[in-house]
T-cell receptor, first 112, second 113 residues
């Protein structure tokens, strides 16, 4: 059974701080990794994806991948109250047509 | 700009009714997916389709069927709606190759009474 694990939270950080969200996955052969943001009552929105070991930066977001340790993380710098949402980690355990495996999400609360 | 649309944002149906949920994408994506999302249970895959006229069962296919007659459209059918199918239903699409990014529609909140 392929699994993706996330701490459910809530993770509370003060405005302006760095929020660190973590995710571990069970399938060592996983190829690609995604972070989605989901506001309450809305659908998931893709915010980052990463395929290679190391860091990938996009604005205030940085995705980090360590395939040897089977974890992927998302850092949000200068956190804003508008970042308060549930963040879903998703992993493609294969390639091509394989469905993504989703974690249950971490709820982030940024306190003004 | 990526675009996945779903036929309804909110839907109320009675127990035993046949329900059709429609999803359309304009990105020429091969793969399409139907999920349901419930509090505490996360996203659960109902059915997916690799390409036109192809379908595969996901983790919770019981009580559902799907149809994909055209590449851009993927329909989810509840043959006889039950109260335990009250949920948020999410459609998604994805290119089979390349970046493999998957995009979701806005969701349909279905209530079965």
């Amino acid at each position: 059974q392929k699994e993706v694990e996330q701490n459910s939270g809530p993770l509370s950080v003060p405005e302006g701080a760095i929020a660190s969200l973590n995710c571990t996955y069970s399938d060592r052969g996983s190829q690609s990794f995604f972070w989605y943001r989901q506001y309450s009552g809305k659908s998931p929105e893709l915010i980052m994806f990463i395929y290679s070991n190391g860091d990938k930066e996009d604005g205030r977001f940085t995705a980090q991948l360590n395939k040897a340790s089977q974890y992927v993380s998302l850092l949000i710098r200068d956190s804003q109250p508008s970042d308060s949402a549930t963040y879903l980690c998703a992993v493609n355990p294969g390639s091509g047509n394989t469905p993504l495996v989703f974690g249950k999400g971490t709820r982030l609360s940024v306190i003004a | 700009d990526v675009k996945v649309t779903q036929s309804s944002r909110y839907l109320v149906k009675r127990t035993g009714e046949k329900v059709f949920l429609e999803c359309v994408q304009d990105m020429d994506h091969e793969n399409m997916f139907w999920y349901r999302q419930d509090p505490g249970l996360g996203l659960r895959l109902i059915y997916f389709s690799y390409d036109v006229k192809m379908k595969e069962k996901g983790d919770i296919p019981e009580g559902y069927s799907v149809s994909r007659e055209k590449k851009e459209r993927f329909s989810l059918i509840l043959e006889s709606a039950s109260t335990n199918q009250t949920s948020m239903y999410l459609c998604a699409s994805r290119l089979r190759k390349g970046s493999n990014e998957q995009y979701f529609g806005p969701g349909t909140r279905l209530t079965v009474t």
